[in-house]
């Protein structure tokens, strides 16, 4: 019975490995920019070898050819859990001044293009770990180099 077992493992395994979804999809929250679409929502980005799309509720927001992608940007937001720490304490003083001094990290990626008389942009919320797929990926079929946005400086 366990040499059984141990054949139907070594065939399933295999079969499950093969029928994973290999095209790359990526979880992200539209944050803003020229397309038709609130930002905050939940949306999924997918990246082709010839386009990237970005779709909601398996509707597409938009569909951009790889050739057409002029920059791609990368940015973070920063800031300190204030509003949790102070919940915290009301309950715990120490828990909550602990709580104070922790940060949180929002990572974003921004994306322009031109297509003929088109032209779009868009930043997107990435997960944290999924940013530096979305970035390698889109470096990949742009052909661009990302430019990460707080190392510009910006004068008035």
Same mark, same amino acid.
């Given at each position: 019975?366990? #040499?059984?077992?141990?054949?139907?493992? #070594?065939? $399933?395994?295999?079969?499950?490995?093969?029928?994973?979804?290999?095209?790359? =999809?990526?979880?992200?929250?539209?944050?803003?920019? *020229?397309?038709? /679409?609130?930002?905050?929502?939940?949306?999924?980005?997918?990246?082709? %070898?010839?386009?990237?799309?970005?779709?909601? &509720? +398996?509707? &597409?927001?938009?569909?951009?050819?790889?050739?057409?992608?002029? /920059?791609? *940007?990368?940015?973070?937001?920063v800031?300190?859990?204030?509003? %949790?720490?102070?919940?915290?304490a @009301?309950?715990?003083?120490?828990?909550?001044?602990?709580? %104070?001094?922790?940060?949180?990290?929002?990572?974003?990626v921004g994306?322009?293009? @031109? =297509?003929? &008389?088109?032209?779009?942009?868009?930043?997107?919320? #990435? =997960? !944290?770990? /999924?940013?530096?797929?979305?970035?390698? %990926?889109? /470096?990949? @079929?742009?052909?661009? !180099?990302? @430019? +990460?946005? &707080? $190392?510009?400086?910006? !004068?008035?």
């Amino acid at each position: 019975m366990k #040499c059984v077992f141990a054949v139907i493992l #070594c065939v $399933a395994i295999p079969f499950a490995v093969f029928a994973a979804d290999t095209q790359n =999809d990526f979880k992200v929250t539209y944050d803003g920019g *020229s397309l038709p /679409e609130k930002a905050g929502s939940s949306a999924k980005l997918y990246i082709n %070898a010839n386009t990237v799309r970005l779709a909601k &509720d +398996n509707t &597409d927001i938009a569909t951009i050819p790889s050739s057409a992608i002029t /920059e791609i *940007s990368y940015g973070q937001d920063v800031h300190r859990r204030v509003g %949790a720490a102070i919940g915290l304490a @009301v309950i715990s003083l120490g828990i909550g001044g602990l709580m %104070a001094l922790t940060k949180s990290k929002k990572h974003y990626v921004g994306l322009t293009w @031109v =297509d003929g &008389d088109k032209k779009g942009g868009f930043a997107m919320q #990435c =997960d !944290k770990n /999924e940013y530096r797929g979305i970035l390698a %990926a889109l /470096e990949g @079929v742009s052909g661009k !180099k990302a @430019v +990460n946005s &707080d $190392a510009m400086t910006v !004068k008035n």
